[in-house]
């Protein structure tokens, strides 16, 4: 036990053994006091046994007098960067082997020199030191500019964890998911509401992972500017209650608008990456008692789409014996509240297939209580959907058909704007006192088989 700090004592195999374990294991609680002290920094605790390990290759290597053997100085080197990246446990296995080496083992053609062995000796250390030191700096500035995420996923084991449901795959702390809240609560500066889906992915370094996405009512769909932004970090100030916004950063994540936000709590602080994916909202976010989220960006960097050009929509019947069509539609459509006023009552069923595919369905039938103008109405209907969902649309072309013996008007219209989908294309037709309005809007040409196919399924009653 006296020699497990002496450094030039050859050691017996079994006397390897033992010095293996006993600084394995001062690693090992250095670590953790560094971890402790520093309020769970991986990134200390890994300095701590790299220097650790560093100092102790270096005294070996000078004490047994092994700078004088290139492949002694080769393992001396694999040990400190085996140590580097966490594997400190194989690294003091090379260190415990060269402490069993003969004094100066490899050094008969430098004592033959004229040169004294010290004064080569004490060379061949000064240019090991300053390698060391250099290539620790070299390293040491790559992990730092890569954000430390290779270190980070080394050391907390964060693996790929894919949510079918979500659509989504992320990094988590410990290969966690799970669907934990499907809530709603109140949209910012209006009176309606947006669903919350909440999915915890764990806690590490005594940080909390959390992936939300918000669902907007149909008003508020199909908005890619910055709109949607601010009325979602609005909307979190309210959910957070009694919090306050120290920080905020626009900028583009991933092709989409995104924003990064820091509340400050009573007991905690709050960070949140918001994006805009089609016509759906994403929340990426930390909480902690410090503003140590040195994990975050390996957190949020790793969220990805799982299908985004996904094409194998599933089209089901769709029967309305109340508004008399049947027609095909994509599975799991919604339907939305009827809307009466003095003129008019309306019902609509939208399906929102993004982020599966960049587009959205809409089938909407209004009953006039005296029969309207086909062409007086169509005219306002661009009007309309554009002040609805915050569009520009415009009408690239129009034509007058008949559509099963009744008058209809197909059209197709664009936006230049591309933080919108491209294109509206539908159908236009009259019934007696009824619109029936099919369209679709997506965000490409090779979409339109899509609208097309529903459309020519569409049969009136």
Same mark, same amino acid.
């Given at each position: 036990?006296?020699?497990?700090?002496?450094?030039g004592?050859?050691?017996?195999?079994?006397?390897?053994?033992?010095?293996?374990?006993?600084?394995?294991?001062?690693?090992?609680?250095?670590v953790?006091?560094?971890?402790?002290y520093?309020k769970?920094?991986?990134?200390?605790?890994?300095?701590?046994?790299?220097?650790?390990?560093?100092?102790?290759?270096?005294?070996?290597?000078?004490?047994?007098?092994?700078?004088?053997?290139?492949?002694?100085l080769?393992?001396?080197?694999?040990?400190?960067?085996?140590?580097?990246?966490?594997?400190?446990?194989i690294?003091?296995?090379?260190?415990?082997? =060269?402490?069993?080496?003969? #004094?100066? $083992?490899?050094?008969? !053609?430098?004592?033959?020199? /004229?040169? +004294?062995?010290?004064?080569?000796?004490n060379?061949?250390?000064?240019?090991?030191?300053v390698?060391?030191?250099?290539?620790?700096?070299?390293?040491?500035?790559?992990?730092?500019?890569?954000?430390?995420?290779?270190?980070?996923?080394i050391?907390?084991?964060?693996?790929?964890?894919?949510?079918k449901?979500?659509?989504?795959?992320?990094?988590?702390?410990?290969?966690?998911?799970?669907?934990?809240a499907?809530?709603?609560?109140?949209?910012?500066n209006?009176?309606?509401?947006y669903?919350?889906?909440?999915?915890?992915?764990?806690?590490?370094?005594?940080?909390?992972?959390?992936?939300?996405?918000?669902e907007?009512?149909?008003?508020f769909?199909?908005?890619?500017?910055?709109?949607?932004?601010?009325?979602?970090?609005?909307?979190?100030?309210?959910? =957070?209650?009694?919090?306050? #916004?120290? $920080?905020?950063?626009? !900028?583009?994540f991933?092709? /989409?608008? +995104?924003?990064?936000?820091?509340?400050?709590?009573?007991?905690?602080y709050?960070?949140?990456?918001?994006f805009?994916?089609?016509?759906?909202?994403?929340?990426?976010?930390?909480?902690?008692?410090?503003?140590?989220?040195?994990?975050?960006?390996?957190f949020a960097?790793?969220?990805?789409i799982?299908?985004?050009?996904?094409?194998?929509?599933?089209?089901?019947?769709?029967?309305?014996?109340?508004?008399?069509?049947?027609?095909?539609?994509?599975?799991?459509?919604t339907?939305?509240?009827s809307v009466n006023?003095?003129?008019?009552?309306?019902?609509?069923?939208?399906?929102?297939?993004?982020?599966?595919?960049?587009?959205?369905?809409?089938?909407s039938?209004t009953?006039?209580?005296?029969?309207?103008?086909?062409?007086?109405?169509?005219?306002?209907? =661009?009007?309309?959907?554009?002040?609805?969902?915050?569009?520009?649309?415009?009408?690239?072309?129009?034509?007058?058909?008949?559509?099963?013996?009744?008058?209809?008007?197909?059209?197709?219209?664009?936006?230049?704007?591309?933080?919108?989908?491209?294109?509206?294309?539908?159908?236009?037709?009259?019934?007696?006192?009824?619109i029936?309005?099919?369209?679709?809007?997506?965000?490409?040409?090779?979409?339109?088989?899509?609208?097309?196919?529903?459309?020519?399924?569409?049969e009136?009653?």
């Amino acid at each position: 036990m006296r020699n497990l700090y002496n450094f030039g004592y050859e050691k017996t195999k079994k006397q390897a053994v033992i010095f293996y374990f006993f600084h394995v294991f001062i690693s090992i609680v250095l670590v953790l006091i560094a971890f402790i002290y520093s309020k769970s920094n991986l990134i200390l605790g890994l300095g701590v046994y790299t220097l650790y390990a560093t100092i102790a290759t270096i005294l070996i290597l000078k004490n047994r007098k092994l700078f004088t053997h290139k492949m002694y100085l080769f393992f001396g080197i694999i040990a400190i960067l085996l140590s580097m990246i966490g594997w400190f446990f194989i690294g003091f296995i090379i260190l415990a082997y =060269l402490t069993t080496r003969s #004094l100066g $083992s490899g050094s008969n !053609e430098l004592k033959k020199s /004229n040169k +004294s062995f010290k004064e080569r000796v004490n060379k061949r250390f000064f240019i090991f030191a300053v390698s060391i030191v250099f290539v620790v700096f070299i390293i040491g500035s790559v992990f730092y500019y890569f954000n430390r995420s290779s270190v980070v996923n080394i050391v907390s084991a964060w693996k790929y964890v894919a949510e079918k449901d979500g659509n989504f795959k992320i990094l988590t702390p410990y290969g966690n998911l799970k669907e934990v809240a499907n809530v709603e609560f109140p949209l910012a500066n209006s009176n309606l509401k947006y669903r919350d889906i909440i999915y915890d992915s764990g806690v590490s370094s005594n940080v909390s992972y959390l992936i939300e996405i918000y669902e907007y009512p149909s008003e508020f769909r199909l908005r890619h500017d910055s709109y949607n932004l601010d009325l979602q970090t609005d909307s979190l100030q309210q959910k =957070l209650g009694k919090v306050v #916004l120290i $920080s905020s950063r626009d !900028e583009e994540f991933q092709g /989409n608008n +995104s924003r990064t936000l820091i509340f400050k709590g009573n007991n905690a602080y709050y960070k949140y990456r918001i994006f805009n994916v089609g016509d759906y909202s994403y929340g990426i976010s930390s909480s902690s008692k410090t503003t140590n989220f040195s994990q975050f960006d390996t957190f949020a960097n790793s969220f990805e789409i799982l299908n985004p050009e996904n094409k194998n929509l599933v089209f089901k019947a769709l029967n309305s014996s109340d508004w008399d069509f049947k027609t095909l539609f994509p599975k799991d459509f919604t339907i939305e509240n009827s809307v009466n006023n003095a003129s008019f009552i309306q019902n609509s069923v939208t399906y929102n297939s993004y982020p599966n595919t960049r587009e959205t369905f809409v089938i909407s039938i209004t009953k006039y209580y005296s029969k309207p103008d086909l062409h007086r109405l169509f005219d306002g209907m =661009l009007v309309s959907v554009n002040n609805q969902l915050g569009t520009n649309y415009k009408l690239l072309s129009s034509n007058d058909s008949i559509f099963q013996n009744y008058p209809s008007i197909n059209f197709l219209a664009q936006t230049n704007n591309t933080k919108d989908f491209g294109y509206m294309k539908g159908i236009f037709v009259l019934r007696d006192n009824t619109i029936y309005l099919i369209y679709g809007i997506l965000d490409d040409k090779k979409y339109f088989p899509d609208i097309d196919k529903i459309t020519k399924s569409f049969e009136l009653n």
